[in-house]
């Protein structure tokens, strides 16, 4: 019983967690693996190989439970070339933290605090959108970037956020792109993982515990939309996103001067 008790709090943090990254995901088309990896490598309440795993299939929930609550256009087309950049971008990603996990669970941290304050900076500092959409070419790198974040953290981002902001696009479309290339990233690292076994009885257990987490906020996102200005979302995200990944750098940083 006590075994339990124990394990439970730390579940309970990561749900709280998951709540929260859940409900920035809807309100800005991505975020939710960077705000959940962030928050609870602050806590401490699962590793970030762990966590990493969590979320690949509750990006998979997210992205299903979005589309089947707002039914049309899946932008395939669009994001083809970007899809299949982002192929070989996560078996990179994966071999990265394979490597890195060994010997250098500090500077996987910094690293994650770096792509997280990316995102942060990307957020916050938009631009104008271009003139015309970005070529093939552009969008398969890009793709191959974000891939490889996908892979190290199951985070794919900041590169694709940044690119696909700057195009010409309704916010909706770009919405809906984002959690296409997300829910792919995620289904990839998962068929790799899965029968390498590296995917833990506790990953399986935080993903089981908090899928109707993921569930419930996005459906009462759906039928609660926020009334908040785009303008205070963007800074109210952005700020946690930066307090996070700021915390994870500084303290792989001390680890690492220490070490």
């Known amino acids: 019983m006590q075994a339990i008790l124990s394990e439970a709090g730390p579940v309970l943090v990561f749900m709280a967690c998951v709540a929260l990254a859940t409900y920035a995901q809807n309100l800005t088309g991505f975020a939710f693996s960077l705000i959940l990896l962030g928050l609870v490598s602050v806590f401490h309440v699962a590793s970030v190989g762990d966590t990493a795993n969590a979320a690949t299939v509750l990006s998979l929930i997210n992205a299903w439970t979005y589309f089947r609550a707002r039914p049309g256009v899946v932008p395939w087309r669009l994001m083809k070339p970007a899809l299949n950049g982002s192929t070989v971008g996560v078996i990179v990603g994966l071999m990265l933290l394979t490597w890195l996990s060994g010997g250098a669970v500090n500077w996987l941290r910094g690293l994650l605090g770096v792509s997280i304050l990316g995102c942060a900076l990307l957020l916050v500092l938009q631009g104008r959108p271009q003139p015309a959409v970005s070529g093939r ?79 419930g906020v996005t459906r009462l996102h759906h039928r609660l939309p926020n009334k908040l200005q785009p303008r205070t979302l963007k800074w109210l995200v952005g700020g946690l996103l930066a307090a996070a990944g700021s915390t994870l750098v500084a303290s792989a940083w001390l680890a690492i001067a220490q070490g």
């Open 137 to 215: 070419a552009s969008f398969a790198v890009i793709g191959g970037l974000s891939g490889v974040l996908g892979g190290l953290f199951s985070s794919s981002g900041p590169p694709i956020v940044f690119h696909m902001y700057r195009q010409p696009l309704e916010r909706e479309l770009v919405r809906r792109a984002l959690l296409l290339m997300f829910a792919f990233n995620s289904l990839v690292r998962l068929v790799i993982v899965l029968p390498t076994g590296h995917f833990s009885w506790r990953a399986a257990l935080l993903a089981a515990c908090a899928m109707p987490v993921v569930y």
